[in-house]
């Protein structure tokens, strides 16, 4: 579901760090190496079809690389 984020991040919070997360290897294959993160946080997004509402989102990090593949987990209100 393609979205586009029209508000800054809050509540930002990392929950897993380096080998804690599944998807490591991938993420260093495509991207590169780094110090990854995984983080959540509330943003207003803009969905493909033109509403607007908040969600909760998660994505992945790394310093030099930046923030990479945002999802939507579940949207709020």
């Known amino acids: 579901m393609p979205f ?30 780094g110090r990854w993160r995984k983080c959540k946080g509330i943003a207003t997004i803009k969905l493909e079809d033109g509403a607007i509402c908040l969600a909760e989102l998660h994505w992945y990090e790394a310093k030099g690389i930046g923030k990479k593949e945002f999802k939507i987990k579940q949207f709020i209100g």
């Open 4 to 33: 586009e984020i029209i508000s800054e991040l809050a509540q930002v919070e990392t929950f897993a760090v380096g080998t804690a997360i599944r998807e490591l290897d991938r993420l260093q294959r495509i991207y590169g190496k």
